[in-house]
């Protein structure tokens, strides 16, 4: 059974910074490309990056590119979100996700961050 | 860069089918077979339910159908049941610097 558990989350300033980590298990990990996606309170679901197999390629949505860095640890089957410069539009559950070909199969249950003063 | 648009609620008699719409452009649905829908309770996680914009994961209902045409995919849900009430999200590749786009959600009632 696949299993992705998040962790990291919590309460942050305005310009603080905060790493994301995502735990896989039942699946060949460096086998796939990995996703975080974002879900702001009350809101819809925001893709924000992902990285290949092999961390060679990442991709990030426009309004964290430069502040966001999305990296992989294929030893320790995780994915990890280091979030820099943060906002109050980044409040949002942080999911990370498996990519299966072009879609996003298997989702984690989510961990909130709180950016707030 | 835009959501995918699609209505902010839909309802329907159990028993009954009802469609959820997806509008995108060229660069996204139109140009791409890799529509996806999601359906999420409260406090949950997204589940994936429509892949490739027809196909259903294993262990899917086929109750729930996809399909696309143009610019615009669907989500049909025939015999609705009560547990079907709760929030769907469509999402296709993007060809733009926003490789994944996300609809902004529709809210299913089931009456």
């Known amino acids: 059974e696949v299993q992705l558990v998040e962790s990291g989350g919590g309460l942050v300033q305005p310009g603080g910074s905060l790493r994301l980590s995502c735990a896989a298990s039942?699946?060949?990990?460096?086998?796939?490309?990995m996703s975080w996606v974002r879900q702001a309170p009350g809101k819809g679901l925001e893709w924000v990056a992902n990285?290949?197999?092999?961390?060679?390629?990442?991709y990030y949505v426009d309004s964290v590119r430069g502040r966001f860095t999305i990296s992989r640890d294929n030893a320790k089957n995780s994915v990890y979100l280091q979030m820099n410069s943060l906002r109050a539009e980044d409040t949002a559950v942080y999911y990370c996700?498996?990519?299966?070909?072009?879609?996003?199969?298997?989702w984690g249950q989510g961990t909130l961050v709180t950016v707030s003063s | 860069q835009s959501a995918l648009t699609q209505p902010a609620s839909v309802s329907g008699s159990r028993g009954q089918s009802i469609t959820i719409s997806c509008t995108g452009t060229?660069?996204?649905?139109?140009?791409?077979?890799?529509v996806s829908w999601y359906q999420q309770h409260p406090g949950k996680a997204p589940k994936l339910i429509i892949y490739?914009?027809?196909n259903r994961p294993s262990g899917v209902s086929s109750r729930f159908s996809g399909s696309k045409s143009g610019n615009t995919a669907s989500l049909t849900i025939s015999g609705l049941r009560a547990e079907d009430e709760t929030d769907y999200y469509c999402?296709?590749?993007?060809?733009?610097?926003?490789?994944?786009?996300f609809g902004g959600g529709t809210k299913l009632t089931v009456l």
């Open positions: 490739d914009v027809s």
């Open positions: 996700a498996r990519d299966n070909a072009y879609t996003r199969d298997y």
């Open positions: 060229s660069r996204d649905i139109g140009g791409y077979n890799y």
């Open positions: 999402s296709s590749y993007s060809s733009t610097s926003t490789h994944w786009m």
């Open positions: 039942g699946l060949t990990f460096s086998s796939y490309w």
């Open positions: 990285i290949k197999q092999d961390g060679s390629e990442k």
